[in-house]
């Protein structure tokens, strides 16, 4: 069966930091693309960063020097290292495998709730 599972959500402190995981099951992880999504309170799911199946990323602006997304094929396993989190990174996190080089290829996780609260 293919699927993602994150794990890694919880609460933390300004200033703090978590580290998500997304569990891929089924397919190859790094045959496709990767991307973490996150959904603030009141506003659409947004993309927060992507690692290609070449292995570059790209961040969004707010993320940017904060947040690192990576990759560890020896367990299948993709990351979101998250530091200096502030109040408005709150929002549920959402891992993404995708890509069309193998025929449409797109599977969400359920998400995780990431709280930075004081």
């Known amino acids: 069966q293919v699927q993602v599972v994150e794990s890694g959500g919880g609460s933390v402190q300004p200033g703090g930091s978590l580290r998500l995981s997304c569990a891929a099951s089924g397919f190859i992880l790094s045959d496709y693309n990767m991307s973490w999504y996150r959904r603030i309170p009141g506003k659409e799911r947004g993309l927060v960063a992507t690692i290609y199946s070449a292995g570059n990323t790209r961040y969004v602006d707010s993320v940017k020097g904060r947040f690192t997304i990576s990759r560890d094929n020896s367990n299948n396993t993709g990351y979101l290292q998250m530091n200096s989190l502030k109040l408005e990174d709150t929002g549920v996190y959402y891992c993404?495998?995708?890509?069309?080089?193998?025929?449409?290829?797109?599977?969400w996780g359920q998400g995780t709730q990431v709280t930075v609260s004081s």
């Open positions: 993404n495998s995708w890509g069309t080089e193998r025929g449409p290829f797109d599977y």
